[in-house]
């Protein structure tokens, strides 16, 4: 199937559009199986993240966890890998962040911390993600299946790490200490004039994550080595003939890709829960796949999408306050969907589509 | 100590006997060209079919067949995704993943509401232990006795269901016309395709075996293991097949001692958990839970053998250019 059959407006914008009101509607029918009203879930949803201030600040600080994972996994697609292991990257870049915190929290103030903070989430999550973009890149060890397995090899070694080398002393929770204000990022609703996000932990991230997705741009659209990651992934043979090192393009596009995903861990760990503890990942990482589909593996794409599934998880939450019936592993089945049809079936509805614009146009290609 | 050995090997084929099913399951569809990283989530899907049914019904065959029905259906989407669709199959697998996770915990609260658990079940609704004859009055034998009668009697029946379909799998691949096309079309599909068989139908029917595997993995847990579907049971059981289907190299014989291999470090690390091992101290349980994972990355980083996967694994066919 090849490009160039549809309009752009289409192939960009109203597949995905189709694609999602698809995954919506077979979403709606799953509530009309457990006896709900869909139209009442909708509303609950859409008024429980964007309705009042603190549903805003909610929607907004998932958003930013799915930016991250988004963009990671944007970035490997773009050089055609598939990196699945961003839940592991970002439980890991936790450890970066912890370490920045425990240290410097007692001595410096929060802007002093962030960079250092920033660094040891980005390095830690880079070097977890090092070791499957080598074995890939010089083994030939497929990069999904090794990064499947670091996802769980990192949750045994955080579990580990936790209950019995960083864990609090006397504590029973396996977590460490509770850092002082030298390693917490403001609330924007505090550092934001004239704005309410009430008790909702969205933080000065989520700037960050805008910032990140400015810098994913530039990179992958504005550099020497952007190109090369977009010239691998297009065509790895062609790219290799024209002089680009397979083995480095690889090796870094991963540990971009990890670094970005381990940034996810500032936004849990230093800007919300202001200790490291189990699974604060929960998820996060895989959602990022859908993000970076549903968002094209583009960094607009993906700040929209970051905030639909940012929407998804705090309406979410309000739905399943409201209605109980309607539990949080709705989400889990309405990401499932969107990942299903923006994804898998991605295609499903192309052929018909193409036929539909090749009827339009051929009348136009036999006149002219 | 023999006694001790004989138990934890008896907990070893509990504990391998899904992981085995949920491998040659893999097996199947990725012989035939068709990744499947949902091995999980069609088992969740399984054990909670299962578990439902087999309380609704209170007869552990409806529920294996319950079971089974969703596996299969979960495998249909898999293989209209990635075989009719020609959509990404590792996408297809994280989808499948999240749609069993999701719809099992949500129906079972909206059904039973006991949490996403299911009620525990009946004695009926569960496959019992089965005594092989004889097992009694040869338990006191020395050295034969234990193993006769701990260790091969008194399992239930997709125990040794399990372990039956080893060989089986073996000669459907290997000695049946099915199993060399199945395998051919993993390899190479455009010359099963100029052969006049269909790459699509051959898929398809390896798709389904998978699924009908997978359901029986994920009903063991439920219905023959425990007393129930609680949630998320499977807990990366999985994952760890996939890597055991990585371990053995794709073949059904390897597929078998792979997975008693990571069965056994599941057995083993319960059986340590708070010891003390002479001169060597506490071995964290964290890293026999690891240790199947890291033991397939180094394979796969080819420093034990090297694992080639079928050729055409993950790719979609395209009988012409459109």
Same mark, same amino acid.
């Given at each position: 199937?090849?490009?160039?059959?549809?309009?752009?407006?289409?192939?960009?914008?109203?597949?995905?559009?189709?694609?999602?009101?698809?995954?919506?509607?077979?979403?709606?029918?799953?509530?009309?199986l457990?006896?709900?009203?869909?139209?009442?879930?909708?509303?609950?949803?859409?008024?429980?993240?964007?309705?009042?201030?603190?549903?805003?600040?909610?929607?907004?600080?998932?958003?930013?966890?799915?930016?991250?994972?988004?963009?990671?996994?944007?970035?490997?697609?773009?050089?055609?890998?598939?990196?699945?292991?961003?839940?592991g990257?970002?439980?890991?870049?936790?450890?970066?962040? #912890?370490?920045?915190?425990?240290?410097?929290?007692?001595?410096?103030?929060?802007?002093?911390?962030?960079?250092?903070a920033?660094?040891?989430?980005?390095?830690?999550?880079?070097?977890?993600?090092?070791?499957?973009?080598?074995?890939?890149?010089?083994?030939?060890?497929?990069?999904v299946?090794?990064?499947?397995?670091?996802?769980?090899?990192?949750?045994?070694?955080?579990?580990?790490?936790?209950?019995?080398? @960083?864990?609090?002393?006397?504590?029973?929770?396996?977590?460490?200490?509770?850092?002082?204000?030298?390693g917490?990022?403001?609330?924007?609703?505090?550092?934001?004039?004239?704005?309410?996000?009430?008790?909702?932990?969205?933080?000065?991230?989520?700037?960050?994550?805008?910032?990140?997705?400015?810098?994913?741009?530039?990179?992958?659209?504005?550099?020497?080595?952007?190109?090369?990651?977009?010239s691998?992934?297009?065509?790895?043979?062609?790219?290799?003939?024209?002089?680009?090192?397979?083995?480095?393009?690889?090796?870094?596009?991963?540990?971009?890709?990890?670094?970005?995903?381990?940034?996810?861990?500032?936004?849990?760990?230093?800007?919300?829960?202001?200790?490291?503890?189990?699974?604060?990942?929960?998820?996060?990482?895989?959602?990022?796949?859908?993000?970076?589909?549903?968002?094209?593996?583009?960094?607009?794409?993906?700040?929209?999408?970051?905030?639909?599934?940012?929407?998804?998880?705090?309406?979410?939450?309000?739905?399943?306050?409201?209605?109980?019936?309607?539990?949080?592993?709705?989400?889990?089945?309405?990401?499932?969907?969107?990942?299903?049809?923006?994804?898998?079936?991605?295609?499903?509805?192309?052929?018909?589509?193409?036929?539909?614009?090749?009827?339009?146009?051929?009348?136009?290609?036999?006149?002219? | 100590?023999?006694?001790?050995?004989?138990?934890?090997?008896?907990?070893?084929?509990?504990?391998?006997?899904?992981?085995?099913?949920?491998?040659?399951? &893999?097996?199947?569809?990725?012989r !035939?060209?068709?990744?499947?990283i949902?091995?999980?989530?069609?088992?969740?899907? #399984?054990?909670?079919?299962?578990?439902?049914?087999?309380y609704?019904?209170?007869?552990?065959?409806?529920?294996?067949?319950?079971? @089974?029905?969703?596996?299969?259906g979960?495998?249909? @989407?898999?293989?209209?995704?990635?075989?009719?669709?020609?959509?990404?199959?590792?996408?297809?697998? /994280?989808?499948?993943?999240?749609?069993?996770?999701?719809?099992?915990?949500?129906?079972?609260?909206?059904?039973?509401?006991?949490?996403?658990?299911?009620?525990?079940? =009946?004695?009926?609704?569960?496959?019992?232990?089965?005594?092989?004859?004889?097992?009694?009055?040869?338990?006191?034998?020395?050295?034969?006795?234990?193993?006769? =009668?701990?260790?091969?009697?008194?399992?239930?029946?997709?125990?040794?269901?399990?372990?039956?379909?080893?060989?089986?799998?073996?000669?459907?691949?290997?000695?049946?016309r099915?199993?060399?096309?199945?395998? #051919?079309?993993?390899?190479?599909?455009?010359?099963?395709?100029?052969?006049? @068989?269909?790459?699509?139908?051959?898929?398809?029917?390896?798709?389904?075996?998978?699924?009908?595997?997978?359901?029986?993995?994920?009903?063991?847990l439920?219905?023959?293991?425990?007393?129930?579907?609680?949630?998320?049971?499977?807990?990366? $059981?999985?994952?760890?097949?996939?890597?055991?289907?990585?371990?053995?190299?794709?073949?059904?014989?390897?597929?078998?001692?792979?997975?008693?291999?990571?069965?056994?470090?599941?057995?083993?690390?319960?059986?340590?958990?708070g010891?003390?091992?002479? &001169?060597?101290?506490?071995?964290?349980?964290?890293?026999?839970?690891?240790?199947?994972?890291?033991?397939?990355?180094?394979?796969? !980083?080819?420093?034990i053998?090297?694992? /080639?996967?079928?050729?055409?694994?993950?790719?979609?066919?395209? $009988?012409?250019?459109?």
């Amino acid at each position: 199937m090849s490009t160039g059959q549809l309009p752009r407006w289409v192939d960009l914008g109203l597949i995905p559009l189709i694609n999602l009101v698809a995954a919506f509607f077979v979403s709606g029918l799953v509530v009309i199986l457990i006896g709900e009203s869909p139209v009442e879930a909708v509303q609950v949803l859409i008024w429980g993240s964007l309705g009042f201030g603190e549903g805003i600040g909610f929607t907004l600080f998932y958003a930013t966890n799915f930016i991250f994972t988004g963009l990671a996994v944007a970035v490997a697609f773009h050089a055609g890998l598939f990196n699945i292991g961003g839940e592991g990257q970002a439980y890991i870049g936790g450890l970066g962040v #912890a370490a920045a915190c425990l240290l410097l929290d007692h001595i410096v103030p929060w802007w002093v911390t962030m960079p250092f903070a920033v660094a040891g989430a980005a390095l830690m999550g880079a070097a977890w993600a090092f070791i499957p973009g080598y074995l890939q890149a010089t083994r030939g060890s497929h990069v999904v299946i090794t990064t499947i397995m670091f996802n769980f090899i990192a949750a045994s070694l955080m579990v580990y790490l936790l209950v019995n080398v @960083i864990g609090e002393a006397g504590s029973m929770q396996p977590e460490t200490r509770t850092f002082v204000e030298g390693g917490r990022l403001p609330f924007l609703t505090d550092i934001i004039p004239g704005v309410d996000f009430g008790t909702a932990p969205v933080n000065f991230s989520l700037i960050l994550a805008l910032l990140a997705c400015i810098g994913v741009w530039l990179l992958i659209w504005r550099t020497r080595l952007g190109y090369e990651i977009r010239s691998y992934g297009a065509n790895p043979d062609a790219a290799v003939y024209a002089g680009i090192n397979p083995v480095r393009t690889i090796v870094i596009t991963m540990m971009i890709s990890g670094g970005l995903a381990g940034m996810m861990a500032i936004n849990e760990v230093m800007g919300s829960q202001h200790r490291l503890l189990i699974e604060f990942v929960t998820g996060y990482g895989f959602v990022g796949i859908a993000v970076a589909l549903m968002g094209r593996a583009h960094p607009v794409g993906i700040v929209l999408a970051a905030i639909l599934f940012g929407m998804l998880y705090q309406g979410g939450a309000e739905l399943s306050f409201e209605i109980p019936a309607i539990t949080r592993d709705m989400i889990v089945v309405i990401q499932g969907l969107v990942i299903l049809f923006a994804g898998a079936l991605e295609y499903m509805f192309r052929p018909t589509l193409v036929r539909l614009f090749a009827s339009r146009r051929a009348p136009a290609a036999a006149a002219g | 100590m023999f006694e001790t050995f004989i138990l934890l090997l008896d907990s070893t084929v509990r504990l391998s006997t899904p992981l085995l099913l949920a491998c040659l399951a &893999g097996l199947y569809s990725e012989r !035939a060209g068709i990744v499947d990283i949902g091995l999980e989530g069609k088992m969740l899907g #399984a054990a909670f079919g299962a578990g439902a049914v087999g309380y609704l019904s209170g007869n552990a065959w409806v529920g294996l067949m319950a079971g @089974i029905g969703v596996s299969v259906g979960l495998a249909l @989407i898999h293989g209209f995704a990635s075989i009719t669709n020609r959509g990404n199959q590792i996408v297809s697998g /994280v989808a499948i993943n999240f749609l069993a996770a999701g719809l099992t915990a949500l129906l079972g609260q909206s059904w039973f509401n006991q949490g996403g658990r299911t009620p525990t079940l =009946s004695q009926g609704g569960r496959f019992q232990n089965i005594e092989l004859p004889f097992a009694e009055a040869l338990r006191d034998v020395p050295v034969i006795g234990p193993i006769y =009668s701990e260790l091969l009697s008194g399992h239930n029946i997709l125990v040794y269901a399990a372990f039956a379909a080893v060989p089986l799998t073996w000669w459907v691949l290997f000695r049946t016309r099915f199993g060399l096309r199945l395998r #051919a079309v993993g390899e190479n599909p455009a010359a099963v395709d100029t052969a006049g @068989i269909s790459v699509v139908w051959l898929r398809y029917r390896a798709v389904i075996v998978c699924g009908m595997l997978c359901g029986l993995a994920g009903s063991y847990l439920s219905i023959a293991q425990s007393a129930g579907f609680i949630v998320n049971m499977t807990a990366g $059981k999985g994952f760890i097949a996939l890597a055991a289907l990585i371990f053995a190299k794709w073949r059904p014989g390897y597929a078998m001692f792979a997975c008693l291999l990571f069965g056994f470090l599941d057995a083993l690390a319960i059986r340590l958990q708070g010891q003390e091992l002479p &001169g060597i101290g506490e071995i964290p349980v964290q890293f026999f839970q690891a240790l199947p994972y890291i033991l397939t990355v180094i394979l796969l !980083a080819g420093f034990i053998g090297k694992a /080639v996967p079928p050729k055409a694994a993950g790719v979609p066919y395209l $009988k012409e250019r459109t």
